[in-house]
């Protein structure tokens, strides 16, 4: 099981502030889980940073332990 946190524009396309997952073992099975249980993330979720288990990754084929917490982090402004 994983931890999903959702935060700003993720948390709204995605309609929830975080969930718990069974089964994604890599990055790209976890996108593809999320997009299946969240049609909304399909734009936002491209953009968006992945920190899992606190360690940004862009790989699609890095691994997703049972038991982290993936953070999905969408573009943020500021100054």
Excluded: K, N, W
């Excluded at 997952?21 to 909304?40: C, F, I, K, N, Y």
Aim: glycine fraction near 12%; include cysteine; aromatic fraction near 4%.
């Amino acid at each position: 099981m994983i931890a999903v946190r959702y935060f700003a524009g993720a948390r709204e396309a995605a309609g929830t502030p975080g969930e718990q997952l069974e089964g994604p073992t890599s990055v790209a099975a976890l996108r593809a889980a999320l997009t299946d249980a969240h049609p909304g993330l399909a734009t936002v979720l491209p953009r968006c940073t992945l920190l899992v288990a606190g360690s940004r990754t862009t790989d699609d084929a890095a691994p997703v332990p049972d038991g982290v917490t993936v953070d999905v982090l969408p573009p943020f402004a500021g100054g």
